[in-house]
């Protein structure tokens, strides 16, 4: 049985920082990209992060870019997400995918359905 189970969200302050967890087990991490979803209330799903587990290559959406950091660690099966300088406008749920690795370069446009398997997201709340 797959599993991705994201752990990390929580309360933080503008400007504060948080290292969101994505543990996979049942499947071969290196075969797979692992990205970041997140969606704010009322608005779509922004794919702002993806990591080739293959070749290391990672990606990362403007939004982000420069604040968030996307990491690995394959002898824990788990993906990371640094979030640093976070802004209020990075509340959300954010959720972590599976895709094959060679859908990596589309990440950015691919559709929910693509994705093979999804955690059950955590909340990143920041307020003052």
């Known amino acids: 049985q797959v599993q991705l189970v994201e752990s990390g969200g929580g309360l933080v302050q503008p400007g504060g920082s948080l290292r969101l967890s994505c543990a996979a087990s049942g499947i071969t991490l290196n075969y797979y990209a692992i990205g970041w979803v997140r969606q704010a209330p009322g608005k779509e799903r922004e794919k702002i992060s993806a990591?080739?587990?293959?070749?290391?290559?990672?990606y990362y959406a403007d939004s982000v870019k420069g604040r968030f950091t996307i990491s690995r660690d394959n002898t824990k099966a788990t993906v990371y997400l640094q979030m640093n300088s976070l802004k209020p406008e990075d509340t959300a749920v954010y959720f972590c995918?599976?895709?094959?690795?060679?859908?990596?370069?589309?990440?950015?446009?691919?559709?929910?359905?693509?994705?093979?398997?999804w955690g059950q997201g955590t909340q990143v709340t920041v307020s003052s």
């Open positions: 990591i080739n587990n293959s070749d290391g290559r990672t």
């Open positions: 995918a599976a895709v094959g690795v060679e859908w990596y370069y589309h990440f950015p446009n691919l559709t929910d359905g693509r994705f093979d398997y």
